[in-house]
């Protein structure tokens, strides 16, 4: 296993394009994860999926942000007419989930570096 | 809701003993986690506590005190490579979701 893949590393995008980005998690995990980070700040909570299942979307997220994850495999991230704000890094990581109780710690991507223009 | 604070930046000498501290102010706890991210590279899990106490791992330990909201990395013979920022992260319950403070950059210096 290679760990957590995302695709692309970097992105760069005119504003108000469209862009998706792909995450693929280590292949056992059932938790993934997308968090937002910029320059000197701690990565931030978008949303995450346990299996299939979007159990929760951050409140900051707006309706331009659209996550799936169909097969509870490999997970998308598309932002819709993007924004000069969005230009950010974009992780995502996973988890194992047991027993329905305990969780492994997180493996992040590298992630995908978005610079809207 | 969460609120993490450690301090932006710390500076320390190859060889020596750094303790990074990170207080937090939640509604619900789950563990605390510190990671390691190197500048343009993904954050790399270091330790988890979720009860209170010292965790020891080589050369990093983490220790935490739920009742204090409080925790810290300690980092023993500095090497150069340690160089990096130092993210606390507090797991919320019944969700895996994990807030992040905004790191601590470390700079060790020859």
């Known amino acids: 296993d290679t760990g957590v893949s995302q695709d692309p590393r970097h992105k760069i995008t005119k504003r108000g394009q469209n862009v998706t980005f792909r995450c693929d998690p280590i292949s056992e995990h059932n938790r993934l994860y997308w968090y937002r980070q910029t320059l000197g700040q701690g990565p931030e909570f978008l949303t995450y999926f346990q299996n299939e299942a979007q159990l929760e979307k951050s409140r900051l997220l707006s309706d331009r942000f659209s996550a799936e994850r169909p097969k509870g495999s490999f997970s998308t991230l598309e932002i819709q007419r993007t924004e000069q704000g969005d230009s950010a890094m974009y992780l995502c990581?996973?988890?194992?989930?047991?027993?329905?109780?305990?969780?492994?710690?997180?493996?992040f991507g590298q992630g995908t570096r978005l610079t809207v223009v | 809701g969460q609120n993490i604070d450690q301090p932006t930046e710390m500076t320390a000498t190859e060889g020596a003993i750094v303790q990074i501290n990170c207080t937090y102010q939640t509604s619900g706890f789950n563990g605390l986690f510190w990671y390691q991210q190197h500048a343009g590279e993904a954050p790399t899990f270091l330790s988890y506590?979720?009860?209170?106490g010292l965790e020891e791992k080589g050369r990093f330990s983490s220790f935490l005190s739920r009742s204090k909201g409080y925790s810290y990395l300690l980092l023993k013979e500095l090497q150069m490579k340690d160089s990096a920022s130092y993210l606390c992260a507090v797991r919320a319950p019944n969700a895996g979701k994990s807030t992040f403070g905004d790191g601590t950059t470390l700079t060790v210096k020859p």
């Open positions: 506590n979720v009860l209170d």
């Open positions: 990581a996973s988890s194992l989930v047991r027993d329905n109780s305990f969780e492994t710690e997180a493996f």
